[in-house]
């Protein structure tokens, strides 16, 4: 499908979807966010995708919504039309894994979509913040609770209440993200990381993401019965057979996702 605002190739079970709105450093406006779950729908359903990468440009992932759009807007037309909420529930539900690979500004929402991704990798000269007290609202998909989790309630706090920004430094030393590389470095390591994903087992990588994931939802004793549970379960798929004979071979296994 051909995107106003996006752009999205598929290679070697690798889905790249660029956020391409560069006059506005890609502020998330409703097309954008109604494009970008519509790809990752369609990338979800596709037997040629295994992972999937959303990346901005060297300047900007996206600098938050879109002020324009959002300028105007009374409260009940916001609770109306769920703001951003639909979007981004749909982004939720996307079983496959994605990276966000952030260069350059990741600011309010812009921020926010790459905590919903299931890691950041991010290049040395990102910037994350909420500066949304700046206009005289708060974060509004998720920021207050996902950061907060991501570094913890002090820098989580001042970042929110002052919404000065990051570095990339400061964003790997405080759990935010899981690596830095240099710029010129950011796509190709994105790529090689979700091609690696993608030569897994696929029963095996959803199962790690929902277990991963339960963690923030559940007790700790929850989580590791749910773990456990999808753990045992493994065990009667092939590919926990040949990963096992492969390991014991010493050889590469051929994983077929049964
Ligand atoms: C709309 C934006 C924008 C945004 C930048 N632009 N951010 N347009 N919404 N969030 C536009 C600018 O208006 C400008 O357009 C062009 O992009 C380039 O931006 P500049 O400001 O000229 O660039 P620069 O001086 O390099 O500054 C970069 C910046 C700054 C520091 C990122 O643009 C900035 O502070 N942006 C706003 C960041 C922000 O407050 N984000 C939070 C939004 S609220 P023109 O036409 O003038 O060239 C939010 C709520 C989320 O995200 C919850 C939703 C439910």
């Known amino acids: 499908m051909a995107y106003q605002t996006l752009i999205v190739e598929v290679e070697d079970y690798v889905a790249l979807i660029r956020l391409n709105r560069p006059e506005a450093l890609n502020a998330l406006n409703s097309m954008l966010l109604g494009e970008l779950a519509e790809a990752l729908k369609e990338a979800d359903a596709n037997d040629k995708v295994r992972c999937i990468v959303i990346t901005g440009s ?16 009374t409260s009940v037309e916001m609770f109306l039309s769920n703001f951003f909420g639909t979007e981004s529930e749909s982004l939720l ?3 496959k894994p994605i990276i966000a690979a952030v260069a350059g500004y990741a600011l309010g929402g812009g921020c926010e979509l790459a905590m919903m991704c299931d890691f950041i990798l991010c290049a040395d000269n990102a910037k994350f913040g909420q500066p ?3 206009l005289g609202i708060i974060a509004g998909i998720g ?3 996902r950061l907060t989790r991501f570094v913890g309630k002090s820098k989580s706090m001042e970042m929110h209440l002052t919404g000065r920004f990051m570095d990339a430094a400061e964003a790997e030393r405080s759990g935010l993200v ?3 590389v240099p710029l010129a470095q950011l796509l190709p390591e994105a790529l090689a990381t979700a091609r ?10 959803l ?19 749910f773990e456990r549970r ?3 379960s493994l065990f009667s798929t092939e590919d926990q057979k040949e990963g096992m004979a492969a390991f014991l071979e010493k050889r590469e296994p051929q994983f077929r996702d049964r």
């Open 143 to 145: 920021g207050t609770q």
């Open 207 to 225: 199962a790690a993401k929902e277990a991963v994931n339960r963690a923030y939802e559940t007790t700790l004793h929850e989580g590791v019965l």
């Open 132 to 134: 949304e007290i700046n």
């Open 230 to 232: 999808l753990f045992h």
């Open 58 to 73: 060297e300047k900007a992932f996206a600098a938050g919504a879109d002020i324009k759009e959002m300028s105007t807007k």
């Open 196 to 205: 690696k994903i993608a030569s897994k087992s696929q029963v095996s990588v």
């Open 178 to 180: 899981s690596r830095v």
């Open 93 to 95: 539900r996307t079983r």
